[in-house]
């Protein structure tokens, strides 16, 4: 009797937390939408990385080959060059890597949205996408927190987690195939040389000699502006 009084309050409480959740992520958007128009660059904004948040596995690198091809190769939001820059913005600055979704929703709004200033269209694009992306995270989390223990314990769902995470490895990849590529070969500008080398006296320095990150990543800059400088 105990055990269903539990279950039954886990659930309501449940209930309780995606509805509200629900009301404060989709409330923003369908506020914009009415405002703005449902055609508008913010609901893309918004629909793109609500479907990426709710749809995705596998941590910000498996979230990041979808949104790429989404914002390069469907919508024609950003460049792939541009998408790399967002990349290395995140990856040597504080915080997320999740958080280069805020780039490429800074520059979509900067770039495409109609009558507004493009300096606020794109404060206001990157907010919404941090908002449609990490509202989804704090419902999962909230509401399924009292089911955790039973869910690891599920013989089934843990041969579906292995096959996802066998699927992420391969999406993965491709983003690195992708991002290698665009590095190395810039439009116009044939191979890219420095890049390679550069990449490759990193890489030994760091597995082989334990060259420690933070020495890397400001060198590796300097390095790089001063390249940029001389070309």
């Known amino acids: 009797m105990s055990i269903s009084s539990d279950s039954h309050s886990n659930l309501m409480s449940a209930l309780k937390v995606i509805t509200v959740c629900l009301a404060i992520w989709l409330t923003p958007t369908i506020m914009i939408g009415i405002w703005t128009g449902w055609n508008s660059i913010f609901i893309d904004i918004a629909v793109l990385f609500s479907k990426a948040a709710v749809l995705s596995f596998g941590g910000a690198y498996a979230v990041l080959s979808y ?6 190769m469907h919508y024609h939001w950003i460049g792939a060059e541009q ?3 967002g990349l290395g913005l995140a990856e040597t600055t504080p915080g997320p890597l999740i958080m280069v ?3 490429v929703g800074y520059i979509a709004a ?7 200033n493009p300096a ?5 694009g990157g907010l919404l996408t941090v908002w449609v992306t990490f509202l989804p995270s704090f419902l999962c989390v909230l509401a399924g927190a009292p089911y955790i223990e039973k869910l690891r314990k599920n013989v089934r769902l843990g041969a579906i987690l292995s096959a996802i995470t066998a699927s992420v490895v391969g999406v993965i990849l491709n ?3 992708l991002f290698t590529y665009h590095t190395l070969f810039h439009a116009g500008r044939g191979f890219d040389w420095f890049a390679i080398l550069s990449g490759f006296i990193y890489f030994v320095g760091i597995v082989k000699f334990k060259w420690p990150m933070i020495p890397v990543i400001i060198i590796s ?3 790089g502006y001063l390249w ?3 070309l």
């Open 67 to 72: 949104i790429s091809q989404q914002a390069v």
């Open 83 to 85: 998408m790399i820059d």
């Open 101 to 103: 979704t805020e780039f």
């Open 110 to 116: 900067y770039t495409r949205a109609k009558g507004v």
């Open 120 to 124: 606020l269209a794109g404060a206001f």
């Open 175 to 177: 983003l690195s195939v």
């Open 221 to 223: 800059t300097i390095s």
């Open 228 to 230: 940029k400088i001389l």
